[in-house]
């Protein structure tokens, strides 16, 4: 199974090409791209895949609305939409190990120093109410500093000059306790954040589970093989390696900047750019500010299989739930 955005984006546009909207015009990334998603959902009842061309001060598209459709979530997981319930619990109850990867596209363009300049992608502002530009769909690879636990996830950050970034940690997640053991030493802890992935791995990483269960393996059992990895170039983090960016970096010990969105939100803790931004040739910038299906089918699929672990169930518990829609907050960092 193919593990890129691309690969996906083309079947999409073979097999619907109706949920596949180009916009060649320039585009203002402060509020235009967010009005038209917002303007197409709620007058023409869409929710179209955009990918906006040209967007004003970057040379770089933006595609947006990958999530929002449950049928698209569903064929990236090879599953029914009344299956994808099904199709997610039975990866969380047989993962499927990553492996090393012998050929990385990401690497293709590797930016060092310098060269690494976050305001070179596209400011992307979602809300009138935002502090300031986000990149809304990176999704953190991290390691448990003092252990051999992995974490993938979602998480909220904002640009806060050519090679910083906020970055929002939620109380008590597997992130948050790795920067705290960080923390705690007086290290920096590293991270990278992969922008443009196949669905399958954007469903896997929302995931809840306990510290010492891999969400890379649960994106193996929804891709139906491995996730291919590769290792950074400033650090021992892998991460997959069919992403469109990977942007390195570490989280900062003992540092706090504000970090809001829409005028809410605690502070958040600043990474710094470990001089290194990996992409494939002419990389899509993913942006996420939708109401997709994917993170409240991960919270069904978690609680059946808790209940099917406390139990001792090896069957039932396994009736579609309804498709939950709880809103995903994502930010990009460096």
């Given at each position: 199974m193919a593990q890129d955005l691309r690969t996906f984006l083309d079947a999409t546009k073979r097999q619907s090409p109706e949920d596949f909207l180009v916009i060649t015009r320039e585009v203002d990334p402060a509020f235009e791209i967010t009005a038209i998603a917002v303007k197409l959902e709620q007058e023409a009842k869409r929710r179209p895949i955009l990918l906006f061309e040209k967007v004003k001060g970057s040379n770089l598209p933006v595609l947006t609305n990958v999530h929002?459709?449950?049928?698209?979530?569903?064929?990236?997981?090879?599953?029914?939409?009344?299956?994808?319930?099904r199709a997610y619990l039975h990866a969380m109850e047989k993962p499927l190990p990553p492996k090393l990867a012998a050929n990385a596209p990401v690497k293709d363009v590797i930016l060092t120093g310098e060269q690494v300049d976050l305001y070179k992608l596209p400011q992307v502002w979602h809300h009138q109410d935002d502090?300031?530009?986000?990149?809304?769909?990176?999704?953190?690879?991290?390691?448990?500093?003092n252990g051999e636990s992995w974490n993938?996830?979602?998480?909220?950050?904002?640009?806060?000059?050519?090679?910083?970034?906020?970055?929002?940690?939620?109380?008590?997640?597997?992130?948050?306790?790795?920067?705290?053991?960080?923390?705690?030493?007086?290290?920096?802890?590293?991270?990278?954040?992969?922008?443009?992935?196949?669905?399958?791995?954007?469903?896997?990483?929302?995931?809840?589970?306990?510290i010492d269960e891999d969400e890379r393996a649960i994106i193996g059992g929804l891709l139906g093989e491995p996730l291919e990895l590769v290792k950074c170039e400033t650090s021992d983090v892998l991460v997959p390696a069919e992403a469109?960016?990977?942007?390195?970096?570490?989280?900062?010990?003992?540092?706090?900047?504000?970090?809001?969105?829409?005028?809410?939100?605690?502070?958040?803790?600043?990474?710094?750019?470990?001089?290194?931004?990996?992409?494939?040739?002419?990389?899509?910038?993913?942006?996420?500010?939708?109401?997709?299906?994917?993170?409240?089918?991960?919270r069904a699929a978690a609680f059946l299989a808790r209940e099917r672990r406390r139990l001792g169930l090896r069957r039932g518990l396994g009736r579609e739930l309804s498709p939950g829609a709880d809103k995903l907050i994502v930010r990009y960092t460096c």
């Open positions: 929002a459709g449950r049928s698209r979530l569903a064929a990236a997981i090879h599953a029914k939409p009344e299956e994808m319930q502090a300031g530009p986000y990149i809304t769909a990176a999704i953190s690879f991290a390691k448990d500093p993938c996830a979602y998480n909220r950050l904002m640009i806060q000059g050519r090679n910083r970034t906020s970055i929002h940690l939620t109380l008590a997640k597997h992130l948050w306790e790795f920067q705290r053991y960080a923390e705690a030493e007086g290290k920096p802890l590293p991270v990278a954040f992969a922008i443009g992935v196949h669905p399958a791995i954007a469903l896997g990483c929302l995931a809840i589970g306990s469109e960016i990977i942007l390195e970096g570490e989280i900062l010990p003992r540092e706090r900047t504000a970090s809001r969105l829409r005028g809410q939100g605690p502070p958040g803790r600043p990474p710094r750019a470990r001089l290194c931004l990996g992409r494939r040739g002419r990389p899509r910038r993913l942006s996420l500010f939708v109401r997709p299906p994917g993170a409240g089918l991960a």
